[in-house]
């Protein structure tokens, strides 16, 4: 069977998947200096945001990736005062970030601002966070950013960027994460979308050699669902600079005040357990 | 950009989402008593059955959904003897099940006998396990083969079902669960497949609901990935006989011997932890 263009549809050929969601209609298309930007209205997942032809967030599930994506790492650092978001244009990370009282300053160094325009239009929900004194939006390239960033400045790095092909290409490297690890005060940490754990093992084997390569001293894998993503599961990658396990501060007084929809101190725990094929394929 | 015939696409029009493999070729299709099965052989997938247009079983990923629907129940039991898999006629579930030495017996109850030959010629590996001694293969329904089981004579039923629509809706309501619990012995379990905790938590809700009162004492949910179905996120509902926490029995050296590619400890842990939206939906 097939599908018309009532549907958007993601097909990627290198893993032979797709998906696809029922349509409104677009309502928004436009070229910047950078890619393509489409915002669709779709009919049960609210908005969606393509970039590039490449599903990037919807209003129904991007809370699975935007909670999964800074939680984890927030709370598994002792202290967590600097953070910069790369990439993340949509803000919904920023939001999630900002939720932690400890954060004192968090950067979101996104290389488009058109996609951040269209995020406070269609998504503004993901953008309430914006006006916190503690954020500071900056438009511009990550990787120039990161390299003139002040060393030891920084607590945490979230790479929060698009596949890494393309403009992205250049965050998944060891070039990049010698900056990152640079900027990064003692017992700091990066944490970067890493793709699906089922089609993309070989990426993520790749980066955690390039993270080791770079002089991180420890990497772990983290997993959730994201819905809207090839296979429809996700992954994080955490880089220590410090060897040493997790902090691990889910105390409950202070989780209770996260308003999230998907994490909680059992669902932190939940995604640092490596199924077996992970565990063998990482060596670990 | 819409899909061709190249593609093979399970749309769900009430989600509105849609799942698409690409295909090599279609290399077998047949209307059974029951039911439209084909059979496709798949770009990177290895082989794809489909049953009434929806996809079941993949060679590729089939693993997540055999061994989460089989060992986080075996292991949350403190003796499980006596199993019976209702449907699960690819007997990949079956396999998964034997792999349990404490297991005595173990009857697979599936309505299309034609599912059990095809798996057999296009997923052998699913099938390796059907001449074990301890297995039973009948073919019937499974309604009336529970309506008729011994009272107290099965210590875990496994519902391996397709969705609750057509011949597999009766396995989903109060009627079918008071015949499973009747057949239980105290002690004794029920885990059934229970679709996307994203897409279907009305649906989970109900099945909770449906299995108290037909006087199971507890429930829980389970959740873990699997790609080609709906969202690629998926759950398993657990309904206990008698109150009381689960027995997780994670011994190292008995789940050495498993060799399973996704299953270990952690992930048993893992996937019973509750997101927070299904606790709120729940009321957990």
């Known amino acids: 069977m097939s599908l018309d263009n009532t549907w958007f549809t993601e097909p990627m050929d290198k893993t032979g998947t797709a998906f696809s969601l029922k349509l409104g209609e677009r309502v928004h298309a436009e070229q910047t200096p950078y890619q ?18 490449c599903t990037m967030v919807s209003t129904r599930d991007n809370f699975l990736y ?7 790492a927030l709370y598994s650092h002792p202290n967590p005062r600097d953070v910069v978001v790369v990439g993340g244009g949509d ?39 914006n006006g916190d004194p503690r954020a500071t939006l900056f438009f511009g390239d990550g990787i120039a950013w990161m390299k003139e960033a002040a060393p030891e400045s920084l607590d945490l790095i979230i ?21 990152c690890l640079k900027a990064l005060r003692p017992g700091g940490m990066l944490v970067q979308q890493s793709e699906s754990p089922l089609l993309h093992i070989d990426l993520i084997v790749e980066m955690h050699k390039a993270m080791h390569d770079a002089g991180f001293a420890q990497t772990r894998l983290l997993h959730f ?38 994490y909680n101190a059992e669902i932190h725990r939940a995604a640092f357990a490596v199924p077996n094929f992970v565990k063998r394929a990482l060596g670990v």
Do not use: N
């Open 36 to 53: 393509k930007i489409e915002i669709y209205r779709t009919e049960t997942f609210g908005h969606l945001m393509v970039i590039d032809g």
């Open 159 to 179: 790479i929060d960027s698009t596949d890494p092909v393309g403009p992205a290409e250049g965050l998944f490297g060891k070039k990049f994460y010698v900056d």
């Open 91 to 129: 803000c919904g990370t920023l939001r999630e970030v900002l939720k932690h009282g400890e954060v004192q300053h968090a950067t979101q160094v996104e290389i488009d601002e058109r996609v951040t325009r269209l995020a406070e239009q269609y998504f503004p929900e993901l953008c309430v966070a």
């Open 66 to 72: 935007h909670e999964m994506m800074s939680h984890p």
């Open 225 to 262: 669902p994201q819905v809207i993503y090839p296979s429809g599961w996700w992954s994080g990658s955490i880089a220590q600079k410090t060897a040493g396990p997790l902090a691990e501060r889910l105390d409950p007084a202070t989780l209770q005040t996260l308003d999230t929809q998907y």
